[in-house]
């Protein structure tokens, strides 16, 4: 762990350009502030002190664009399947049933990991990074199988 006089001393000489910085890429105020605290964390944890400012910048750089990448990326998920607004005026136990049904075909008629990512999204809620890590696959990769698992989920009970 790096001693609070440097940490401190880090923090004083580079937090307002760090910050700057974030908030241009972001264009929010207070994911800046929670980038950059991030970053500072880290380094606090850490046993290496940065060996430039350049590397705060670009640690705030990367940091902001996998930020930008995991709100596409939740923006996509949430496209997936529209909300039917038929559904909302449905009685609570056609619309359990619906859902019975849904879950039943994903169980009989979907592959793995289809099936386990269908269900820790949508039973676990758990995010698209949260299911990758879980179970080793890349994000991207993830969301692809969601995708695919939404469609045959929609032809198959014709959900447009």
């Known amino acids: 762990m790096l001693e609070q006089r440097y940490l401190e001393q880090l923090f004083r000489q580079n937090y307002s350009e760090m910050n700057h910085l974030a908030r241009v890429l972001l264009g ?8 950059v605290q991030d970053i500072f964390l880290r380094i ?21 664009l996998n930020r930008i990448r995991q709100k596409q990326l ?11 607004a038929d559904a909302d005026f449905q009685p609570i136990d056609k619309q359990q049933e ?22 820790l999204r949508f039973d676990e809620d758990l995010t698209i990074a949260d299911i990758a890590r879980r179970l080793g696959l890349n994000p991207n990769t993830t969301y692809k199988y969601l995708a695919q698992c939404m469609e ?8 447009h």
């Open 28 to 35: 929010n105020d207070g994911e800046a502030d929670d980038v």
């Open 44 to 64: 606090a944890d850490s046993d290496i002190p940065p060996k430039s400012n350049n590397y705060l910048l670009v640690a705030v750089r990367n940091a902001c």
């Open 74 to 84: 939740h923006e996509k998920v949430k496209n997936l399947l529209p909300i039917d």
């Open 98 to 119: 619906r859902l019975e049904d849904i879950a039943t075909f994903v169980d009989g008629q979907m592959e793995e990991p289809h099936r386990s990512i269908f269900h």
């Open 152 to 159: 045959h989920i929609r032809k198959h009970f014709n959900i």
